[in-house]
């Protein structure tokens, strides 16, 4: 029997209305709705082609995940939302539909589509991007675009591409952890062991230290769906088994530490959803494995996503289970950092005396100083993380001349390795010093952003800067604004991803 040679981009499955999105209308029409969508596009610098076409398919549950861009939108409409509390499906349920495709399907593309396989080539969600949208929906011959040959990670894409059509799960993690650069000469595809070693477990081990470092480098956004196909790989090492117990648990702590990496890059460029699959992801493995350590550092993150998705009560609770499982760790540094994770959460919730008492307790912890029972993933904590994490408490409680000393004590004192951190750190100096009304040194502070961001992509700190763009409008005529203003507005970058907070 002859098999078809294209599959549907939708499963045979009957369509779900979206009954919780169709009451968030309410007694609009469909038409009505998506000009309010057009409108709160354009507040966050979004372009979106809305209609009530758009808005009919996703009550119809057409649309179960809308694409980043519907969401930054959805989710500026209806702050302290996730997506699955608008009616939609969690991103991680829809992601890979492409990859799928492509298997099923190995021709070359259609005139007017992807490599992908379907038009504009949507990555992990079942809306395509809006065509007309410059900044998100590049057209097949740009080199920027993934599967352009002359994209840099083109490379890799033919690899994983390979390893999908011609192998199991081991083959598929040797492949995948090639392209970084993360995997022994011995974890060739076609010699990988049906069950996991010593090599396979170092190699997965230093696929976690490479992407922090990377991250600490560069920032997020390059990085994120990079990361994704290491993380495939440590699973299906998983599966695959390993030959020894205690390969097998640093197998498992591998993958879960390096699950709560991949969610910080989706965290840092403003993919919440994806995030928090990850980091309940790494939890689940610490669960499972009794390790204190890596259900600490999962809920330490998830704390920290809790704060910056809206939900301080959250990231109270997850703080403090955090504290819980560290403790018999004898970190004082681990135990300081989630002091501070729990002053945020109670300064979200507008608590000064509980945010004062957390923060008190953070820094007479750090003071015990660093300690061999100190985790490695905590590299980045010094003077300089301490200083920053407190001047974001201090600027969600509105004390702003607190908030701008802290940040710029933070500024001044990190590791110029840290390239990443220098530019978040003077981006929250920026903001605090705008909002305090000293003008001229937000605007010196913007300057010094902006020419950081060559080296570091990070959706954060773009929202942040953009933030502080909004506070000085009105103030052009001050001394530095307008410069700083123009260069910010010819900035050619990624454009911000919603949903923002430093490290």
Not at 322 to 336: D, F, I, N, T
């Amino acid at each position: 029997m002859a098999s078809s040679t294209v599959t549907s981009s939708q499963p045979d499955r009957p369509l779900r209305p979206n009954l919780a999105f169709r009451r968030l209308r309410g007694s609009r029409s469909p038409a009505e709705f998506a000009a309010l969508v057009r409108r709160a596009a354009r507040e966050i610098g979004e372009r979106v082609s809305c209609d009530a076409r758009y808005i009919g398919r996703v009550e119809a549950g057409e649309i179960r995940c809308p694409n980043y861009a519907y969401e930054r939108v959805f989710l500026h409409m209806f702050p302290g939302r996730a997506l699955t509390d608008l009616g939609f499906v969690p991103r991680s349920s829809v992601r890979g539909r492409a990859a799928r495709t492509a298997v099923a399907a190995p021709r070359g593309p259609a005139p007017g589509e992807t490599a992908g396989g379907s038009p504009g080539g949507s990555p992990g969600a079942d809306e395509p991007y809006d065509r007309r949208d410059p900044w998100r929906n590049d057209p097949p011959n740009r080199p920027n675009q993934p599967n352009h040959p002359n994209h840099p990670n083109h490379e890799e894409s033919d690899v994983l591409r390979r390893a999908f059509m011609t192998g199991g799960g081991a083959t598929v993690a040797a492949a995948t952890l090639v392209p970084l650069g993360l995997a022994p000469a011995a974890a060739a595809a076609d010699r990988l062991p049906w069950r996991a070693g010593v090599p396979e477990a170092m190699a997965l081990e230093e696929a976690v230290r490479r992407i922090r470092l990377l991250d600490d480098r560069h920032g997020a956004d390059g990085l994120y769906r990079r990361a994704a196909a290491p993380l495939r790989a440590a699973y299906a090492l998983l599966d695959a088994g390993a030959t020894r117990q205690t390969t097998a648990d640093r197998l498992h702590a591998g993958a879960g530490e390096l699950a709560i990496s991949v969610g910080w890059l989706a965290h840092d460029s403003g993919r919440f959803d994806d995030a928090r699959s990850h980091y309940a992801e790494a939890l689940a493995t610490a669960r499972m494995t009794g390790d204190a350590g890596l259900e600490a550092h999962a809920f330490c993150n998830t704390a920290f996503l809790a704060r910056d998705a809206g939900r301080p009560r959250e990231a109270v609770r997850a703080a403090q289970a955090a504290q819980r499982a560290a403790r018999p760790l004898g970190s004082a540094r681990l135990l300081s950092l989630l002091a501070l994770r729990e002053a945020g959460g109670w300064a979200g919730l507008a608590d000064r005396t509980g945010c004062e008492r957390a923060l008190a307790r953070a820094q007479a912890l750090f003071e015990r100083g660093s300690g061999d029972a100190d985790p490695e993933w905590m590299s980045f904590y010094g003077e300089a993380e301490l200083a920053g994490l407190e001047a974001q408490c201090w600027s969600t409680l509105g004390d702003w001349r607190r908030a701008s000393r802290q940040a710029r004590r933070a500024a001044q004192a990190q590791d110029p390795h840290f390239t990443r951190n220098i530019a978040l750190y003077t981006a929250e100096l920026a903001d605090d010093l705008a909002r305090e009304g000293r003008l001229d040194e937000a605007a010196e502070a913007g300057l010094r952003v902006l020419a950081l961001l060559d080296q570091v992509q990070s959706s954060r700190i773009q929202g942040m800067l953009a933030g502080t763009a909004r506070v000085l409008l009105p103030h052009r005529r001050a001394s530095g604004v307008a410069e700083f203003l123009d260069r910010h507005a010819s900035y050619k970058g990624p454009r911000p991803v919603r949903g923002g907070g430093p490290v």
